[in-house]
């Protein structure tokens, strides 16, 4: 690891903590610091920094706090990976009671594209209105329904360009094997770390009909949700349209 220096970036009438917080935020972001990285000791820190305990004691733990730390117990403290478990990324859960088994998924890609603003989803699309240019990717989601697989979920995920510039060229077969979280860090090399979503109804257009296997016009549950990075930097907004059966959406929540 090279000798830290504070970055000149932050004006010396800030707090020094949150200098020093910058600092390694940045080093991180721009990715000096790899994901699993241990960072030397507070005092390690302190003492080349020329700065207190105290001072480094608390910008890193308001990186822990913001998700680009971890921290273990007798170990050390570490560049934060992402949460997500490869085998156990499930963004729709879908049932047919709240005792069954969550159904089997496969992913149908139907298309990989540039989109604008313009684009009727993203049109009225409040956050980042500086944001102009997105790459869409719709996909079908099929649930296993005895020994066969029925459309449940038409899916529209826009993702920021230049941010998903890393995405364009993959193929759909690997869109289509993994998660599109996964596809993202892997790709440009950012964890999504939060989303929040908003649930309603919506009745099916002749397209989301067709591709849903229903008949224009059967209402649908309607899902946008909004997924974020580092600083809340958004990385996919998605509409996702599910049909109410033969399976119910599966949400679950820990207290």
Same mark, same amino acid.
């Given at each position: 690891?090279?000798?830290?220096?504070?970055?000149?970036?932050?004006?010396?009438? $800030?707090?020094?903590?949150?200098?020093l917080?910058q600092?390694?935020?940045?080093?991180?972001?721009?990715?000096?610091?790899?994901?699993?990285?241990?960072l030397?000791?507070?005092?390690?820190?302190?003492?080349? *920094?020329?700065?207190?305990?105290?001072t480094?004691?608390?910008? $890193?733990?308001n990186?822990?706090?913001?998700g680009?730390?971890?921290r273990?117990?007798?170990?050390?403290?570490? &560049?934060?990976?992402?949460?997500?478990?490869?085998?156990?990324?499930?963004?729709y859960?879908?049932r047919?009671? $709240?005792?069954?088994q969550?159904?089997?998924?496969?992913?149908?890609t139907?298309?990989?594209a540039?989109?604008?603003?313009?684009?009727? &989803?993203i049109?009225?699309?409040?956050?980042?209105?500086?944001?102009?240019?997105?790459?869409?990717?719709?996909?079908v989601?099929?649930?296993?329904?005895?020994?066969?697989?029925?459309?449940?979920?038409?899916?529209?995920?826009?993702?920021?360009?230049?941010?998903?510039?890393?995405?364009?060229?993959?193929?759909?077969?690997?869109?289509e094997?993994?998660s599109?979280?996964?596809?993202i860090?892997?790709?440009?090399?950012f964890?999504v770390?939060?989303?929040?979503e908003q649930?309603?109804?919506?009745?099916?257009s002749?397209?989301?009909?067709?591709?849903l296997?229903?008949?224009?016009?059967?209402p *649908?549950?309607?899902?946008? *949700?909004?997924? *974020?990075?580092?600083?809340?930097?958004?990385?996919?907004?998605?509409?996702?349209l599910?049909?109410?059966?033969?399976?119910g $959406?599966m949400?679950?929540?820990?207290?």
């Amino acid at each position: 690891m090279q000798p830290l220096q504070l970055s000149p970036r932050y004006s010396e009438a $800030l707090p020094m903590y949150y200098r020093l917080q910058q600092t390694l935020i940045d080093k991180i972001i721009c990715q000096d610091w790899k994901a699993g990285m241990q960072l030397p000791s507070e005092r390690e820190i302190a003492a080349t *920094m020329g700065i207190s305990v105290g001072t480094v004691r608390k910008a $890193l733990e308001n990186m822990v706090h913001k998700g680009y730390l971890s921290r273990i117990q007798g170990k050390g403290t570490f &560049v934060a990976e992402n949460t997500l478990d490869r085998n156990n990324v499930k963004y729709y859960r879908l049932r047919k009671s $709240l005792t069954d088994q969550d159904t089997s998924l496969r992913v149908r890609t139907i298309s990989i594209a540039k989109a604008s603003r313009t684009d009727p &989803v993203i049109s009225d699309f409040s956050p980042a209105p500086d944001i102009q240019e997105f790459l869409k990717v719709s996909r079908v989601f099929l649930g296993k329904d005895g020994e066969t697989f029925c459309p449940v979920v038409m899916s529209e995920s826009y993702i920021p360009l230049p941010f998903g510039e890393g995405l364009m060229n993959i193929s759909p077969a690997e869109m289509e094997e993994l998660s599109l979280y996964l596809l993202i860090e892997k790709y440009c090399h950012f964890p999504v770390l939060r989303s929040c979503e908003q649930l309603g109804v919506e009745c099916a257009s002749r397209d989301v009909a067709h591709y849903l296997e229903e008949k224009e016009g059967t209402p *649908m549950i309607r899902s946008n *949700m909004l997924s *974020m990075t580092y600083e809340d930097r958004i990385v996919e907004f998605r509409r996702s349209l599910i049909r109410p059966c033969p399976f119910g $959406l599966m949400r679950f929540h820990e207290f």
